[in-house]
């Protein structure tokens, strides 16, 4: 008799695009097991159907109700064969129950490598992978000294954070003095030197034996801290067409943090004026909802069963062209467009592929609405970003 394929899922309701997960692995005979903090009933119909079962626990956060979770999963069925969430707010959670589980995947002790951003810059240095000057400081008068050899405007984060949340540019030692007393005590930050130029992803999907089986880029139009600073709309676009230096260090990052049987999301910084990379820092997990369907729009693929048949088989299926640039452009409720939604619908019928309701979590950062299109034409995409966000003058 086969052993039945066993995959537990943290959170497999949050965000809702990732339930498709949860379908896919159902539908390649996989034994697909959730665990999270809601009530049952709160479930989609879909996810319902999805999971063999659900074990709702008092939070998430309470390690011992999650674990005891799992316990009862591993009695009921047998060994545990994969745990994930696929969010990087619970790859620490996702790691621990691995180790205590030994299940495949990273870690408890892999967790400073891929989550701590001074442990990235040492692994980038020890590759010989170019990364900004910069170092975690121990106190206030430590900031002030490393500030002085970095010189202003420096970058100031959480050495361990998700995002760009608590990130500042500070332009000043005024503005220093005043983040310094204002800082979150119970974190440890990392200051770095200011690089011009734009940030630019390389992510995709890993497959057991560490071998990349698909990949895409992310280009942004303003840097995610100027979205929260400034205000400013935000759009997206994954390129059908790659350039190979990012390419081939993204390969090099594969290797250098041994990534395995998962999705990664690597930021580089593209300098200016002389357009080379600079690593800025790893994540592995999927890059943020909703790239995660952008991939699909882009590449006229299924990357959710893409992903089941990797964990279940080793085994990536799709041929990948790459026909079209695919872009996610936010919008504001306060902000008054010259266009309207409906209008747009009608004049880019052809190119439009889904408009958004943005998940509270995310508006600060992807707007209150999210329009998506795709065209195989970048000068359309152009067009299409620039009628977008066309606000009444004088607003």
């Given at each position: 008799m086969t052993k039945q394929f066993n995959f537990?899922?943290?959170?497999?309701?949050?965000?809702?695009?990732?339930?498709?997960?949860?379908?896919?692995?159902?539908?390649?005979?996989?034994?697909?097991?959730?665990?999270?903090?809601?009530?049952?009933?709160?479930?989609?119909?879909?996810?319902?159907?999805?999971?063999?079962?659900?074990?709702?626990?008092?939070?998430?956060?309470?390690?011992?109700?999650?674990?005891?979770?799992?316990?009862?999963?591993?009695?009921?069925?047998?060994?545990?064969?994969?745990?994930?969430?696929?969010?990087?707010?619970?790859?620490?959670?996702?790691?621990?129950?691995?180790?205590?589980?030994?299940?495949?995947?990273?870690?408890?002790?892999?967790?400073?490598?891929?989550?701590?951003?001074?442990?990235?810059?040492?692994?980038?240095?020890?590759?010989?992978?170019?990364?900004?000057?910069?170092r975690v400081f121990e106190n206030d008068e430590d900031a002030r000294e490393l500030a002085k050899e970095l010189q202003f405007p420096i970058i100031v984060k959480p050495n361990s954070g998700v995002g760009a949340t608590d990130t500042h540019k500070i332009k000043s030692e005024s503005e220093l003095n005043t983040f310094l007393e204002n800082k979150n005590n119970n974190t440890t930050y990392i200051m770095e030197e200011y690089i011009a130029g734009d940030v630019v992803t390389f992510d995709g999907l890993v497959n057991k034996d560490g071998e990349i089986v698909f990949y895409s880029s992310i280009i942004h139009n303003t840097a995610l801290l100027n979205v929260f600073d400034d205000e400013d709309d935000m759009y997206f676009y994954l390129p059908k067409e790659i350039p190979a230096d990012l390419v081939k260090l993204g390969e090099r990052c594969v290797k250098a943090f041994n990534i395995k049987e998962r999705f990664f999301h690597f930021e580089f910084f593209r300098t200016e004026p002389k357009g080379k990379l600079m690593a800025l820092e790893i994540n592995c997990r999927p890059p943020g909802w909703p790239t995660i369907d952008m991939f699909n729009y882009a590449n006229d693929i299924d990357i959710f069963n893409e992903y089941a048949t990797v964990v279940l088989k080793n085994q990536f299926n799709a041929k990948l062209t790459r026909p079209y640039n695919c872009v996610y452009i936010s919008r504001k409720d306060y902000k008054n467009y010259v266009y309207s939604e409906q209008s747009i619908r009608e004049r880019y019928s052809k190119e439009i592929v889904d408009i958004l309701e943005v998940p509270t979590q995310f508006t600060g950062m992807l707007g209150n609405r999210g329009l998506i299109f795709r065209s195989e034409n970048i000068e359309k995409i152009e067009e299409i970003i620039n009628c977008v966000r066309e606000v009444v003058k004088g607003e």
């Open positions: 537990i899922m943290i959170s497999p309701h949050f965000p809702k695009n990732y339930e498709t997960f949860a379908l896919r692995l159902k539908e390649n005979g996989i034994n697909v097991l959730g665990i999270a903090d809601v009530e049952y009933d709160e479930l989609s119909e879909v996810l319902k159907n999805s999971l063999t079962e659900y074990y709702k626990v008092d939070s998430l956060e309470n390690y011992d109700s999650v674990y005891r979770a799992v316990g009862f999963f591993a009695h009921k069925y047998g060994k545990i064969d994969r745990i994930e969430s696929n969010i990087e707010y619970w790859l620490e959670l996702d790691a621990k129950l691995r180790t205590d589980f030994n299940v495949f995947g990273f870690k408890e002790d892999d967790m400073d490598s891929i989550k701590t951003k001074s442990k990235m810059k040492e692994i980038f240095r020890k590759k010989r992978i170019s990364v900004a000057k910069g």
